[in-house]
């Protein structure tokens, strides 16, 4: 039994895009395109030098084409977007902050957030602190002395 080439075509089309789904980003969906072409050509009865430069045209043309894309929507969050833009905001503990207990709340503008020390130090109810980065959706704080503190 002889395995005509379109079969071989179509299995590495779906071989690739099966591989997408385990990917981050658009990389190997654009061989399997490539790959679906070439099978289409072989279908037609195109000679294999034809698939093959089919296969690596369009799979070079999809891939230069969406890596353009890509990177216009994917640049790097300016500072100050999404949950970055508390850091160095002050805000007033709530609940003691303690790296044992596991607790500690924070009021920070008209929000309360889970927060942990930076320094895993005890901050007690009252005190006044300042973000220092996010940790999933717990704030990280360091206490600020009373004379600095600007508000929350």
Not at 20 to 43: I, P, S, Y
Not at 89 to 100: P, T
Not at 118 to 138: L, S
């Amino acid at each position: 039994m002889v395995i005509k080439i379109w079969w071989i075509w179509m299995a590495l089309a779906a071989a690739f895009v099966v591989g997408e789904m385990f990917t981050a980003g658009f990389f190997l969906l654009w061989f399997g395109a490539g790959a679906a072409a070439a099978g289409v050509l072989a279908l037609l009865n195109v000679s294999f030098p034809w698939q093959l430069a089919a296969f690596v045209l369009v799979s070079g043309i999809l891939l230069a084409v969406s890596r353009r894309f890509a990177e216009r929507f994917s640049r790097q969050q300016p500072p100050g977007i999404g949950a970055d833009r508390f850091i160095g905001l002050r805000g007033l503990v709530l609940e003691e902050i303690d790296s044992v207990k596991n607790s500690g709340r924070v009021r920070l503008q008209k929000e309360e957030w889970r927060a942990d020390s930076e320094t895993e130090e005890t901050i007690p109810v009252g005190a006044r602190v300042e973000v220092v980065r996010m940790d999933g959706t717990h704030l990280v704080v360091k206490r600020v002395p009373e004379e600095n503190s600007k508000g929350d």
